[in-house]
């Protein structure tokens, strides 16, 4: 079983930074696949940003130069830095894995196929 705990949500204005940690325990494979959604109110969930086990990433269009995925050495937390945040950034973020090393980053992050899912952390940017 794996367990997947995220941090670093908070508040800040348009423009401003976050990096976000999601702290992955229990067994895991070494293939694998690590993303981040988010899910703000009132809309459905959106793949933000997915990493193969080979380092190969897929990102969201709307994050596309803002937002950077990458992990600890030993794999052991998930990061997303987020620059320039924008309004429309406000949501609750997850981190989600699955052990299978088939199908790919961006197939994965389209779909929202990964078996483990944190329980999120809150990311409001104001105006």
């Known amino acids: 079983q794996v367990q997947l705990v995220e941090s670093g949500g908070g508040s800040v204005q348009s423009g401003g930074s976050l990096r976000l940690s999601c702290a992955v325990s229990?067994?895991?494979?070494?293939?694998?696949?690590m993303g981040w959604f988010r899910q703000a109110p009132g809309k459905e969930r959106e793949g933000v940003v997915a990493?193969?086990?080979?380092?190969?990433?897929s990102y969201a269009d709307s994050v596309k130069g803002r937002f950077t995925i990458s992990q600890d050495n030993t794999k052991s937390t998930l990061y997303l830095e987020m620059d320039n945040l924008k309004p429309e950034d406000t949501a609750i973020y997850c981190c989600?894995?699955?052990?299978?090393?088939?199908?790919?980053?961006?197939?994965?992050?389209?779909?929202?196929?990964?078996?483990?899912w944190g329980q999120g952390t809150q990311v409001t940017v104001s105006s």
């Open positions: 989600a894995a699955d052990p299978s090393g088939a199908l790919g980053a961006d197939f994965r992050l389209e779909r929202g196929l990964f078996a483990y």
């Open positions: 229990g067994y895991f494979y070494s293939s694998y696949c």
């Open positions: 990493i193969d086990h080979d380092g190969s990433t």
